[in-house]
T-cell receptor, first 113, second 113 residues
């Protein structure tokens, strides 16, 4: 069974631009969560989607948004990029949204110049 | 506030020795705990999890111990191998929080030959 896939793997943007990242969960998984990883803040929860609905949201500004499609694939969008948005963005999937074991993808490395 | 912290940022062990990685959490409402391993350039890899109704759980070469009285979690790796070199994260969640995980800061495990 294929693991969690994320595209693109690497991305370079400039301040003020917007970016969309994609995550395809493990087949059969309906929950997708997004995390931001930086050297200074570590791994921080962004949001979780389950059955196309946002289940939880972390403490990030409204510039960070996401959505989930009927096939459980998820996208996250960051608008008006700032230098501090440079990070590894990870998504994780699980069957359900109830303290399930989550499996992570390889991440998308975003660099904002 | 909620926090999950690791006691040691770096742990060096000799190949073949046992490793113990510690983690403290502060929220007594936390009832699900999970350990991840992250190698350079990769996403976190699930190792083992434990729920608050247990105090010990074993996997292949790994054991997780949970002490709810002092809010402490540990990961024991038996016969540590060079392939175990990575950053190890503990994470916690609580009932009602969906799949939202709060991560610790991480411990770098270095295995010396």
């Amino acid at each position: 069974k294929a693991g969690v896939t994320q595209t693109p793997r690497y991305l370079i943007k400039t301040r003020g631009q917007q970016v969309t990242l994609s995550c395809s969960p493990i087949s059969g998984h309906r929950s997708v969560s997004w995390y931001q990883q930086t050297p200074g803040q570590g791994l921080q929860f962004l949001f979780e989607y389950f059955s196309e609905t946002q289940r939880n949201k972390g403490n990030f500004p409204g510039r960070f948004s996401g959505r989930q499609f009927s096939n459980s694939r998820s996208e996250m969008n960051v608008s008006t990029l700032e230098l501090g948005d440079s990070a590894l963005y990870l998504c994780a999937s699980s069957f359900y949204s109830n303290q399930e074991t989550q499996y992570f993808g390889p991440g998308t490395r975003l660099l904002v110049l | 506030g909620e926090s999950v912290g690791l006691h040691l940022p770096t742990l060096s062990v000799q190949e073949g020795d046992n490793s113990i990685i510690n983690c403290a959490y502060s929220n007594s409402a936390s009832d699900y705990f999970i350990w991840y391993k992250q190698e350079s350039g990769k996403g976190p890899q699930f190792i083992i999890d434990i729920r608050s109704n247990m105090d010990k759980r074993q996997g292949q070469r790994v054991t997780v111990l949970l002490n709810k009285t002092v809010k402490h979690l540990s990961l024991q790796i038996a016969a540590t191998q060079p392939g175990d070199s990575a950053v190890y994260f503990c994470a916690e969640s609580r009932m009602g929080g969906g799949n939202k995980l709060t991560f610790g800061t991480g411990t770098q495990l270095k295995v010396e030959l």
